[in-house]
């Protein structure tokens, strides 16, 4: 296995030096440079760079690749008069001439694991983006091996789906101590928590969940994330067969069943198939999930799924890549935008024979990809190998690396996908809702198809095809039937000798990849011309500027970014009035939905996975016409899509026109400042936590916020089950009922990244302590100011005058948020005698006049 000598080569940097240089290469674009180095650039053991700018990264991915496609040029001594006609006459693909692909990211761009991970040597990962393991065994031990193979794949890069049609309904009888079982979706918190748990300290996690519309527990999973805290490590989408489907559109029944695919299933219940579509539509309305998956379209317009021990089962996290457990693919996309000529002028064309040339030599890295992929499986192994761990703990990893190993050989999947999508139709002068941007990307599409599988079948003949290919098989395939009636000289070439590689193509989202690239993502329009972007950040780092923290304890940079390609429309133009710019009403959040669709099923057509795409709609949008958009994206032929509502969850990209971030609720607070109408107090506020001494004991402040200002305030003792590591000094009050009233929990995020809640806060208060704690939090919430609230505190006539009273402990934590500035009760100062000295500062009282200072 040969590696990168020269990477190792390379002077150390350090960071500041790496910064300044990817800046520099990115035009000053701070967002770009840090998301670079946090995520691709190759750094040593003891975290010194290896790579200044993309430009080492592009360079170390060109030898790795060349050297791939230098071992089956050697075998080629001349050309085959079977091959395309661009095949018979093109140059070996070379290490210069690869490199000059990826510079600049200007014509191809490897996804992420690709970039981070290909030629470096510092890091032992998969180069796949996507993983389908095995469904899940129906039994305990089933389950287990699942979740042990999500650990072992996560931890190496790689996004998981698993579908969990195959476990049991709920109640169904089992052969355990037990008698009867949770169910299926009783074991999806488990996987989604193995997910976090492992996608800590720079650590990646990203699952997918799935299940058949037919399963008896559907319903259950279907609404199991309305509760925003639940299943948060995955994202879940249901299996929609055409049975359901036309059941929906004729508002017949339809019945569930297990197991699914059973002549004579165990459990059987009988449904009004328009009811649970509607259950469905009003939690998608909700909360953006469950995704809907078209699963038989899935399957019948497929290169892949219809062979044998090829069935797919599953898709990965973002749905474009549907296929069988124990299967992977990796993703590199095409950048659209630099095939137009002359853009945004009146000039502008766009270059189709550069294209078909691109996708062409595109194809061959995806191959070559394939092989490269099995080189770092074969490092995993050995590495497992070497791994002290006995044999029986570490056999489960082995097997899945073997399983995706095995695979990866025999179907030797690709996926080739493209962004920038929106950004080559604005260059072109074109909306992208328009009839017209549908035939430009109707003849764009067309030509990719015809590059791709003309550089397929090439390697086919020259390489050899993937294992199993079956001219009878491949008949059954509404895809190849398709390409039958359009592309017969294609189709007539790959009866004949086959295709290297199962299935090709897909439109992955770009969202990175796009930042680097300076691009629009994918096939999405751009999604506002401005906005905020937030980037998750590991907190642990010490270099992270964290903005923002969100429900979960994960932690946010926020960037002021302007979409690029509108400066390059000002620049060519002249023009600086953003209304009459080629993207002016072709947002996300503008666009038609029909023309969103439609757009989506004329690329569909031409692919042969799936479609990452998102369907922006504004908040008041109602459930039935998020219904009307899923029904006609079935009958439109697409596999699969989802509608994103404003507001419906909090997202990544943030409109620069919003002013209040209400993350933990939905509630519409009013604004603190109307006296007569204090806050309604959503479910979970942040806390600050604040310790101090009564008398001889330890005690805690828990002061809970709304809107920025203190809302309530508990205190108890620091022992029992109100203590706290002294590392906490902040977390959640969260208000639960039940049968007995009103219960308090607190929580908070740990040094591991875990979250723990410490229930009922009132459990160790004096009960006197108690209601002074409601009395004040009663006074708060009415918007008494803070400094006339902590002086009608010390005004209680309880105890002695001690800083070391309960009473003078809360008044001392509630000091701290007092605006600087505000006047003291009694003005005078003690020391010079100024009649109206006091103020506060930092929480301290001082005198404006002398200086005095008392905390």
Known sequence: MNSTPALHKKKHYNHDTVLKASKKYFGGDDLSATTWINKYAVKSANGKY????????????????????????????????????????RADLDEKAIYELFKDFRYVIPQGSVMAALGNREMIASLSNCVVVPPVFDS???????????????????????????????????????????????????????????????????????????????????????????????????????????????????????PIDSAEPEYTKEVQALDLWNTIIECAHNTAEPGLIFWDRQHDYSTSSVYPGFENSSTNPCSEIA????????????????????????????????????????????????????????????????????????????????????????????????????????????????????????????????????????????RGPFEGFDPKIEHTSEFVQMMEAEFPDIYQRMMKYGRRNISISTVAPTGT?????????????????????RRKVNESDSKAKISYVDDMGDSWEEFEVFHPKLKTWMEVTGETDISQSPYAGSTAPEIDWIRRVEMQSIVQKYVTHSISSTINLPSDVTVESVGEIYLESWKKGLKGITVYRDGSRSGVLVSTEEKNDNEESNVEVTPVENVYSPPKRPKKIEADVIRFQNEYEKWLAVVGFVNGKPYEVFTGKMEDSFNLPTFVN??????????????????????????????????????????????????????????????????????????????????????????DGAQASDRQCPSCDDPVGLIYEEGCLTCKSCGYSKC
């Not at 488990?190 to 650590?203: D, H, I, L, M, P």
């Not at 680097?516 to 401005?530: D, K, N, Q, R, W």
């Not at 505190?793 to 001690?802: C, Q, T």
Request: hydrophobic content about 35%; glycine content about 6%; charged content about 25%.
């Open 140 to 258: 305990y031990g089933g389950i287990m091996y699942t979740d042990q193979q999500l650990v072992q794949l996560f931890k190496r890069r790689c996004g998981v789906g698993v579908d969990i049609s195959g476990l049991r309904p709920k109640n169904a009888e089992v052969s355990n101590a037990a008698g009867t079982t949770t169910g299926a979706v009783s074991f999806m918190e488990r996987f989604s928590n193995t997910t976090r748990e492992v996608a800590q300290n720079g650590r990646r996690g990203a699952l997918m969940l799935t299940i058949d519309i037919a399963h008896p527990d559907v319903e259950d999973f279907i609404t199991i994330k309305q509760n925003l805290s639940k299943v948060t490590g995955a994202n879940i989408s249901v299996r929609l067969s055409d049975e359901f489907m036309k059941a929906v559109d004729s508002n017949s029944k339809f019945t569930l069943r297990w």
């Open 513 to 533: 990849l796009s930042m680097l690239a300076h691009t629009s993502s994918g096939i999405e329009p751009v999604f506002l011309l401005s906005y905020k972007r």
């Open 50 to 89: 290896l790579e200044r700018t993309p430009d080492d990264m592009h360079r170390r991915m060109a030898h790795e690749f060349a050297r791939i496609e230098s071992h089956y040029s050697s075998r080629t001594a001349e050309r085959s008069k079977s091959l395309s006609e661009y095949g018979q006459q």
């Open 730 to 819: 902040k977390g959640w009050v969260i208000k639960n009922k039940s049968d007995r009233g009103s219960r308090y929990d607190f929580q908070f995020i740990d040094k591991d990244g875990y979250r723990t809640t410490i229930e009922g806060l009132s459990r160790s208060f004096d009960k006197e302590y108690w209601n002074y704690a409601k009395l004040i939090s009663g006074v708060l919430r009415h918007n008494m100011p803070i400094n006339d609230v902590v002086d009608l505190i010390n005004g209680l006539n309880l105890y002695d005058d001690n800083i070391n009273t309960w009473k003078n402990g809360v008044a001392r934590a509630l000091k701290k948020y007092v605006d």
């Open 323 to 462: 296929m069988q457990g124990g299967d992977s693919c990796r993703l590199i996309a095409v950048n659209l935008f630099n095939f137009v000529n002359n853009p945004f002028s009146e000039d502008a064309s766009f270059d189709y024979e550069t294209f078909y040339k691109v996708v062409y030599e595109s194809q061959h890295l995806m191959d070559n990809l394939v092989d490269l992929e099995l080189e770092a499986i074969e490092r995993i192994l050995d590495k497992i190998d070497h791994d002290p761990e006995p044999q029986h703990i570490k056999q489960a990893e082995i097997d899945t690396w073997k399983l995706l190993y095995e695979n990866g050989q025999k179907g030797r999947r690709t996926g080739l996908g493209f962004t920038a999508l929106a950004d080559m139709v604005a260059a072109l002068g074109i909306s992208f809702d328009s009839e017209e941007a549908n035939k430009l990307v109707d003849q764009v599409m067309r030509t990719k198809l015809e590059a791709e599988f003309d550089s397929s079948v090439d390697m086919a003949i020259e």
